[in-house]
């Protein structure tokens, strides 16, 4: 089969959605299909761009320039022509809303092929994304949300938390299918230990709001802090940190991503908005105590002390970290909860789910 993912961002990347598309095409290649992902040629957090066509792991990569752009994630790029000259069997795209779809469905029905749509948790609330912002969103919704998911043979939604809003566009059956982690991270081994090393891995950019985790650390000077990933370039936060807080401004590959969560007793995620944060969940499959603010997506993975610590507020954060510190030793129910919670979910799986959905709606010999 020859299938064809759209998203904003592509190698060398650091996005949650082409981790997504990245995990899911290496697994697919593994089953023998061929896989082509189409994205902008934009580096995200960088004014850096790539080069048109590159062959990634196996992944035919192929890359357009912005036309226009209105935030860092939402631009206007064209895959019509490339998209038809690959003559793909099933076309994947990758976050409602983002205006390459159009091209992409377009391709679609001239090629007489299915088209899938998984949504990555776009509903994002006025506060953060910004009133200006929010209205398009809303324009685009009223105007052709409805009408574009109709069109698509299939929609996925990340988590459970997009139902509602979905529900509102679409009449459309939702499938929920969260995104994977690596069965690597199952096989660290839980430790109980006394607190000592906090940690933080991802895209460092607003929207992660690590200036929240400099405060916490003020109030926590016997731990030890790093925020380990590449920083945006125009994201300032070395002078909101103290000194017990070590800031790593590089990508990382799965094994440091293993190491540094070996080392770490905690992890914690700091953001203003997350869909289903894949580094959360990493973190949990490897049996971490972890952190989170109450995001959408922090407390559709966790419960409250169960799997896992929730918090709004510095000092709240502060808190958790205190008791977390005292009582060390009666902690192992909640990480190997945490573990228990996503362990199905590996990249493995959901290339299988989302294969056996191709096929569904492929003619055979598929």
């Not at 685009?140 to 949300?145: E, M, S, V």
């Not at 709004?312 to 573990?339: D, G, H, M, P």
Request: proline content about 4%.
């Amino acid at each position: 089969m020859k299938i064809a993912f759209t998203c904003t961002y592509s190698y060398p990347s650091a996005s949650g959605v082409w981790n997504y598309v990245y995990n899911i095409a290496k697994e697919l290649i593994k089953q023998g299909h061929e896989v082509h992902v189409f994205s902008s040629n934009r580096i995200a957090g960088t004014n850096k761009t790539s080069s048109r066509e590159e062959v990634y792991e196996g992944i035919y990569l192929h890359r357009f320039p912005v036309r226009f752009k209105v935030s860092e994630n939402y631009m206007l790029w064209n895959p019509y022509k490339a998209i038809l000259k690959i003559k793909p069997d099933v076309i994947h795209c990758n976050t409602y809303r983002h205006l390459e779809s159009i091209y992409a469905l377009r391709a679609a029905e001239k090629l007489k092929v299915p088209s899938f749509l998984t949504t990555h948790a776009p509903f994002v609330e006025a506060i953060v994304r910004g009133k200006t912002k929010s209205s398009l969103a809303n324009l685009f919704d009223k105007i052709y949300g409805k009408k574009q998911l109709r069109q698509f043979t299939k929609v996925i939604a990340i988590a459970n938390w997009e139902l509602p809003y979905l529900k509102k566009l679409t009449t459309k059956e939702i499938e929920v299918i969260h995104p994977g982690i690596d069965a690597e991270f199952l096989k660290i081994k839980i430790k109980q230990r006394p607190i000592k090393k906090v940690l933080f891995m991802g895209r460092v950019a607003p929207v992660k709001n690590v200036t929240m985790i400099g405060e916490i650390a003020v109030k926590c000077p016997e731990l030890n802090f790093k925020i380990y990933g590449p920083v945006d370039e125009w994201y300032n936060i070395q002078h909101t940190m103290t000194k017990n807080v070590e800031i790593i401004n590089k990508r990382y590959t799965k094994a440091e991503e293993i190491k540094e969560l070996n080392n770490a007793e905690v992890f914690i995620l700091s953001s203003k908005r997350e869909g289903i944060p894949l580094a959360l969940s990493e973190a949990m499959a490897a049996g971490k105590i972890v952190l989170s603010s109450r995001t959408q997506g922090g407390t559709e993975l966790i419960q409250d002390k169960k799997n896992g610590f929730l918090f709004t507020t510095a000092n709240e954060a502060v808190q958790i970290l205190k008791y977390c510190e005292k009582n060390w030793k009666s902690l192992n129910k909640v990480q190997q909860t945490a573990r228990t919670g996503v362990q199905k979910d590996t990249w493995k799986a959901i290339a299988k789910k989302l294969e056996k959905q191709y096929k569904k709606t492929l003619p055979q010999p598929f």
